[in-house]
């Protein structure tokens, strides 16, 4: 009688104690699972983060390659390459000066073209080419002139210096406008909504590999958007937005950087494929090193009890 009253009891008290342990295993498996969660969303926040950076630093190079107006003589050689620009500009000059220093229109044309082809003779007209391209893109809203002083470097004549102030027909090319703000603000954008996600993707504690994954794919897109952004838009769909002569300073820009854009977008490629290599050896290297998780382990060890 005893016996079965004890057994009775021990009974009693595994019903009462089976529901609390049913509801702890429940709550349990339910935290796994959020922390999977958390750990997957984790990385994600850090994959379009690395996506966002590469989109920023690619309208950035764009904005540096296209969008950024400098006198300096190398911009300007690269620009006056442009076969109808430099026509325009000799053009201009030769007109207005041919009569005072004694010589033909053409002869003077053929003189500054030439010049222009030169290093040194490109110098001389840095401040009214990037004037020029100031003013298409929306920056300037001035009207460009060949100066009195620029026309008597440039046609080598005392009597260019009396000359009155050459006004180049440049206009505001809106549409070419319009994409320099949004390539701006799309950098802008891109840049902060990166760093927030970084942020907010470090703090949600990512496994192990996950940024170094996120960062291969950051590195990949990159490749990849800096040559579309730096060489191939330029070169090819912003080029149908005007038929203006001036219009042609954004491709010949884009040659001018075309080769650093294509160095960039390979080592970008190879920096990412190095980085997904490593990634994936140091996953296979703690596979191997521990074969059997530790929760399979315990669930094992309790067994065998």
């Not at 009597?159 to 319009?178: H, K, M, N, W």
């Amino acid at each position: 009688m005893r016996e079965q009253g004890m057994s009775e009891r021990w009974a009693g008290l595994g019903r009462r104690l089976h529901p609390k342990f049913s509801w702890q295993a429940r709550n349990w498996s339910g935290i796994c699972q959020t922390l999977r969660m958390r750990r997957s969303l984790a990385g994600l926040l850090l994959l379009i983060s690395c996506v966002l950076f590469a989109v920023a630093i690619s309208t950035w190079w764009m904005q540096q390659v296209a969008f950024s107006p400098s006198p300096n003589a190398d911009m300007t050689y690269a620009i006056l390459g442009d076969d109808d620009i430099r026509g325009e500009v000799a053009t201009l000059i030769a007109s207005a000066d041919a009569g005072v220093i004694g010589t033909s229109t053409a002869q003077l044309r053929e003189f500054v073209e030439q010049i222009s082809r030169l290093d040194d003779g490109a110098a001389l007209m840095g401040e009214f080419v990037s004037s020029a391209h100031s003013r298409i893109i929306g920056d300037n809203s001035e009207p460009v002139v060949i100066t009195a002083l620029e026309q008597y470097t440039i046609v080598r004549d005392e009597r260019a210096a009396l000359q009155a102030d050459i006004t180049v027909p440049v206009p505001e090319i809106g549409s070419l406008s319009v994409v320099n703000a949004v390539t701006w603000w799309l950098m802008v954008v891109t840049a902060a909504g990166g760093l927030l996600l970084l942020i907010v993707g470090l703090v949600t504690r990512p496994e192990r590999g996950e940024f170094t994954y996120a960062l291969a794919i950051g590195l990949a897109a990159l490749s990849v958007t800096i040559i579309v952004f730096g060489y191939l838009l330029p070169v090819g769909p912003l080029t149908l937005l005007s038929d203006n002569t001036w219009m042609g300073v954004v491709p010949r820009l884009a040659n001018r950087s075309r080769n650093t854009t294509l160095l960039l977008g390979l080592i970008s490629a190879a920096l990412a494929a190095g980085v997904f290599l490593g990634t994936s050896s140091l996953r296979q290297r703690r596979q191997k090193s521990t074969p059997l998780s530790v929760g399979r382990y315990r669930d094992e060890h309790s067994w065998s009890h």
